[in-house]
């Protein structure tokens, strides 16, 4: 396995965390649209957004928070209903990046999309608190695939939160895995706001 960069990251990730497949999930680097996250930053040459329509809006949540925040705010701001859960309050309180996901009105996606985060640090101690929104309007369809990866021996904490909005009519399909080391300490947490006659089905592998 590669050792950690000095001036950048991704040589610190193992190459075959990126090329294994995950339960029930495509490769994650097979070809089709995908977010690629290491330790909780975003890696842009490793993401894709081949294959997506026209208004689909797919990238890291801190980019499009500064380009769109009155799409994520509203969002965002939904978690502070959430009373006593520790893991809710200590993911806002590092919150930095994860995944966005925008579905308009009507789009419906033929592939699915990847979302996956890396954890390592060659030996040392790690943790991330990805937040990641899905936005599913009226009318649309979409097949998330949520994967989180990591090497045996690392020691990790991975603190997620994925918020899911849900518009009428409309259909989110949500995978969730994870297959990190025996070491590693994961905390998934998912919440979704559903609209009239909206179906959101879920599987989850650990």
């Given at each position: 396995r590669a050792a950690p960069a000095t001036n950048g990251f991704l040589s610190a990730i193992p190459q075959e965390l990126l090329a294994t497949e995950g339960p029930q999930a495509p490769g994650p680097m097979a070809r089709g649209p995908r977010l690629v996250f290491f330790n909780g930053r975003f890696?842009?040459?490793l993401s894709s957004q081949e294959g997506l329509p026209a208004g689909v809006l797919l990238g890291n949540l801190?980019?499009?928070?500064?380009?769109?925040p009155a799409l994520i705010e509203p969002l965002l701001n939904r978690m502070n209903e959430v009373k006593d859960h520790s893991f809710?309050?200590?993911?806002t309180a590092f919150l930095s990046d994860g995944a966005f996901?925008?579905?308009?009105?009507?789009?419906?996606?033929?592939?699915p999309v990847q979302l996956l985060f890396v954890s390592g640090n060659g030996g040392g101690a790690t943790v991330a608190h990805p937040r990641?929104?899905?936005?599913?309007?009226?009318?649309?369809?979409?097949?998330v695939v949520e994967g989180y990866v990591g090497t045996e021996g690392e020691r990790t904490l991975t603190n997620s939160l994925t918020q899911i909005l849900?518009?009428?009519?409309?259909?989110?399909?949500?995978?969730?895995?994870?297959?990190?080391?025996?070491?590693s300490f994961h905390v998934g947490i998912t919440h979704v706001w559903e609209g009239r006659q909206s179906r959101y089905l879920s599987n989850a592998v650990n």
């Open positions: 890696i842009k040459s801190a980019e499009f928070l500064q380009t769109h809710v309050h200590l993911n996901v925008y579905i308009p009105r009507g789009t419906v996606l033929s592939a990641n929104l899905i936005i599913a309007e009226a009318g649309s369809q979409v097949k849900i518009g009428a009519d409309a259909l989110v399909e949500h995978d969730r895995w994870q297959n990190e080391g025996q070491q």
